[in-house]
């Protein structure tokens, strides 16, 4: 899989847009990103996912460059409970019978301010 | 709905001693999914079921560790001889259908060994 990377933290201030880049540069055309979070003490939770165009829910939108080589996940307005770790990861596209494990790196603590 | 449930939420054991983490999924979700994450790391997959089987145990660490589903919804994940490296959250994922990387995390077992 391909690998990422991610700042080790951010900092946003309560009400702004909260901006978190990931980098995957060896990405290849058959892998989606995917986003997930991690407030403290709990376990992970799906955000948002997508292959090449941008995609928005009512979490946050994906911002997927052209030549998806890098993203960034937008929380268009921060609150505290958005304070997390936020892990972004590359996974193939369906696996006939595979594992769909999810690969997590460190991701990135973002920390909103008041 | 009900969320993925992990008994117990805490435990403390001494080396050596035998330990079993329970999950509970989401009704109706098949595939199951245990992850263990140290401090400071992004979870790391353990084992993947569908149904009732292992169908992918490749993340075990050693033949200490064992999970069982035998009817296809509550897993136990069971660790024999316990050691202070297993120390550690235990988390448990599910999600709906084969082979699907939106999963739905419990809040996870933090396992003490002394």
């Known amino acids: 899989d391909a690998k990422t990377t991610q700042p080790p933290s951010m900092d946003c201030a309560e009400g702004r847009a909260a901006n978190l880049p990931c980098n995957h540069s060896t990405i290849s055309g058959n892998e989606y990103v995917y986003w997930y979070r991690q407030i403290h003490s709990q376990g992970p939770q799906y955000i948002i996912h997508g292959l090449k165009n941008n995609e928005t829910n009512e979490m946050a939108s994906l911002i997927i460059t052209e030549d998806r080589k890098s993203s960034t996940l937008i929380l268009p307005h921060a609150t505290l409970r958005d304070t997390a770790v936020y892990y972004c990861i590359v996974a193939p596209l369906e696996l006939r019978g595979s594992n769909y494990k999810l690969t997590f790196g460190k991701g990135t603590l973002l920390t909103v301010n008041p | 709905g009900a969320g993925v449930s992990q008994t117990p939420s805490n435990k403390v054991t001494e080396k050596g001693k035998y330990v079993e983490l329970r999950c509970d999924p989401i009704s109706g979700h098949t595939a199951l999914y245990w992850y263990r994450q140290s401090l400071g790391q992004g979870p790391e997959f353990l084992i993947y079921?569908?149904?009732?089987?292992?169908?992918?145990d490749s993340g075990l660490p050693n033949d200490r560790f064992f999970a069982v589903r035998p009817e296809g919804s509550v897993s136990t994940l069971k660790i024999q001889r316990t050691e202070r490296g297993d120390s550690a959250v235990y988390l448990c994922a599910s999600s709906l259908r084969r082979g699907n990387y939106e999963q739905y995390f419990g809040p996870g077992t933090r396992l003490t060994v002394t």
């Open positions: 079921f569908q149904g009732t089987g292992a169908a992918d």
